[in-house]
C-alpha cells in the first residue's frame, strides 16, 4: 500500500485560505489546471477500464510530499464496473451529496445498504454518503432564505423541474438508472470549483446531515432551478475565474447527461490545453514518465501471466499423455511418442517469447503417449517425461 505523504486534496486547498483573501482563489488557475489534468487522466484511466469510481472528491484525491505533488486516486468502495461494448448504465442511488449529479440523486431505482435513507426520486435507498469534507474547506455557503419546503419523493420528478431539459432528465434517469462515467464529470466539475472557489457550488447547508434526503433534495433544487453560476452564494466569486474556466464548467454542469460534456471533449477544451507554467510542465512530464513506466511493467506481468498459464495448460497435457502411454504401454507393449520441449525457466515466462508448443503437445495427446524434454539443468524421468527445471529453484 502507498503511503499519500502530501495528505489529502481537501487539505491542501483549506491550507491556501489565507492566500485566497489577497488573490481571490484559492489556488491559482495554472496550478488547479496541473492538479486537474493529473485527476481527469485518471478518471479516464478508470473508465478506459470501465471502472467508473462514483465517488470522486477532494477527501478521495491524495498527494505524495513532491513539490507540485503528484495526485492520485483513491477510495474505490462505491466504484462499478460495466461490460466493455455497453453503456455504463447503472442504478444504485450512492455518494457524496454535493458531488453527485442530478440523474444520480433523482435515480429511482437504486439498491439499499445499511445506514442509509431515500433520497428525492428514490424508492431505495442511498448507499452513505461519507465525509466530513462539507466542513474541510475555508469558504462556506450562506444558508440559503429561500430554501423550499421539501416535496415527497414521489411528488418530486413531477414538480420540481424547473425547464424542459431537467424534466427531460428526470424522466430519463427513471427509465435507464443512469451513465456512471457521466455523474463522474459532474464530480469533477465539483472539485474544480472547490480548488479554485474554495466552495462548494451545489450545498445542503439547511440540512448538514448528508445521509439524509432533505439534504439530497436541497442539492437537487439548486441544480436543476438555474445555471450554477447564478447560485446566490457562489455568483460573486464566479466573476473571478476565467472565461475559458467558466465555459468549461458551463459544459460540465448540465442537467441533461446526454449533452454534458464527456472526458474527450474536457480533455480537448482550451482551458484544459493551455500551457502550463514551466514549474508545472516539469512537474507533469515526470509524472507522465512514471505512469508509462508503470503501465510498461503492468503490461509485462500480464503477458508473464498469460505465458506462464498457457506453460502450465501444456505441462497438464502432456501429464494426461504420459499417463495414457503407460495405460497403452501395458496393455500392448511400447510405442514411440513424440518428443515435446518446454521450457521451465523463469526467463520463459518473464519474456514472453515461448515457443508454441500446442500443435506438437496436442499430437502427444492423440497418440498412445508422449515423451517430454523441458529445457533445464537438472533432470528427472518418470511414467515417459522428461522434466527440467534451471538453477533457480524452479520446481518440475
Not at 481571490?24 to 493529473?38: I, V
Not at 464566479?238 to 474556466?245: F, G, N
Request: charged share 20%; aromatic share 6%.
Amino acid at each position: 500500500m502507498e503511503y499519500a505523504e502530501g495528505g489529502s486534496l481537501t487539505g491542501y486547498v483549506a491550507e491556501r485560505w489565507q492566500h485566497a483573501q489577497h488573490a481571490g482563489l484559492f489556488l491559482t488557475e495554472d496550478e488547479a489546471r496541473y492538479l486537474f489534468r493529473q485527476f481527469i487522466e485518471a478518471v479516464e484511466y478508470c473508465h478506459g477500464h470501465c471502472v467508473a469510481h462514483r465517488d470522486l472528491k477532494l477527501d478521495n484525491t491524495l498527494l505524495d510530499a513532491r513539490e507540485p505533488p503528484t495526485l492520485k486516486l483513491c477510495d474505490f468502495g462505491f466504484a462499478k464496473t460495466w461490460a466493455r461494448g455497453e453503456d455504463a448504465n447503472m442504478f444504485t442511488h450512492i455518494g457524496t451529496p454535493v458531488y453527485m449529479s442530478p440523474e444520480l440523486i433523482n435515480s429511482s431505482r437504486g439498491g439499499s445498504s445499511s445506514g442509509s435513507t431515500a433520497g428525492p426520486g428514490l424508492g431505495g435507498a442511498s448507499e452513505g454518503s461519507g465525509s466530513g469534507e462539507n466542513g474541510a474547506t475555508a469558504a462556506r455557503a450562506a444558508p440559503s432564505s429561500s430554501a423550499a419546503a421539501a416535496p415527497s419523493p414521489s411528488e418530486l420528478p413531477q414538480q420540481q423541474p424547473a425547464t424542459a431539459a431537467a424534466a427531460s432528465a428526470a424522466q430519463q434517469a427513471q427509465r435507464k438508472g443512469y451513465d456512471g462515467a457521466l455523474a463522474d464529470v459532474w464530480a469533477s466539475g465539483v472539485l474544480l470549483i472547490v480548488m479554485l472557489l474554495g466552495t462548494f457550488p451545489f450545498d445542503h447547508t439547511e440540512h448538514p446531515d448528508p445521509n439524509t434526503s432533505e439534504a439530497h433534495l436541497e442539492v437537487w433544487l439548486q441544480q436543476v432551478r438555474q445555471p450554477w453560476s447564478g447560485i446566490p452564494h457562489i455568483k460573486a466569486a464566479v466573476e473571478r475565474l476565467s472565461p475559458e474556466a467558466r465555459d468549461l464548467l458551463n459544459r460540465i454542469f448540465v442537467v441533461d447527461d446526454r449533452r454534458r460534456i464527456s472526458v474527450p471533449e474536457i480533455k480537448a477544451h482550451p482551458w484544459y490545453t493551455r500551457a502550463l507554467s514551466p514549474r508545472h510542465a516539469a512537474a507533469e512530464a515526470r509524472v507522465r514518465a512514471e505512469q508509462a513506466s508503470l503501465e510498461a511493467r503492468v503490461a509485462r506481468a500480464r503477458a508473464s501471466e498469460v505465458a506462464e498459464r498457457a506453460r502450465s495448460e501444456q505441462l497438464a497435457r502432456l501429464v494426461e499423455a504420459a499417463s495414457t502411454r503407460a495405460r497403452a504401454d501395458a496393455a500392448s507393449g511400447p510405442a514411440t511418442a513424440p518428443l515435446v520441449r518446454i521450457d521451465l525457466s523463469r526467463k520463459a515466462v518473464q519474456q514472453p517469447a515461448v515457443a508454441d508448443v500446442d500443435a506438437a503437445a496436442a499430437a502427444a495427446g492423440a497418440g498412445a503417449g508422449a515423451a517430454a524434454v523441458v529445457s533445464g539443468s537438472r533432470a528427472s524421468v518418470e511414467m515417459g517425461i522428461v522434466a527440467e527445471g534451471d538453477n533457480e529453484g524452479e520446481e518440475s
